[in-house]
């Protein structure tokens, strides 16, 4: 059973910062390109940015400026640090990883920006 575990989001103001984590198995950070979608109140899910075992990222065009995605390799841990965020960016942020043709989820995080 595939595990991600996300932890950091929180309530913040407009501009600030926030880092969000995910944390999976081993087998699982060393193999699979590991991504962060989000999902706004009555949105479609999104893809916000992937990045794959070696480094490589991927970004959504809306979010390449402010957000940049990250691995600590010691953690088993991806990030998402989310700069300068509005309350647009208010959403669930989930952790993904699609292993075969399964896609597993965490159990998202919320992320609420507000003043």
């Known amino acids: 059973q595939v595990q991600l575990v996300e932890s950091g989001g929180g309530l913040v103001q407009p501009g600030e910062s926030l880092k969000l984590s995910c944390a999976a198995s081993?087998?699982?950070?060393?193999?699979?390109?590991m991504g962060w979608y989000r999902q706004a109140p009555g949105q479609q899910r999104e893809l916000v940015a992937t990045?794959?075992?070696?480094?490589?990222?991927n970004y959504a065009n809306f979010f390449k400026d402010r957000f940049t995605i990250g691995r600590d390799n010691a953690k088993n841990t991806v990030y998402l640090q989310m700069n300068s965020l509005r309350p647009q960016d208010t959403a669930v942020y989930y952790c993904?990883?699609?292993?075969?043709?399964?896609?597993?989820w965490g159990q998202g995080t919320q992320v609420t920006v507000s003043s």
């Open positions: 993904h990883v699609r292993i075969g043709w399964g896609d597993h």
């Open positions: 990045i794959s075992p070696g480094g490589i990222t």
């Open positions: 081993r087998s699982v950070f060393t193999t699979y390109t």
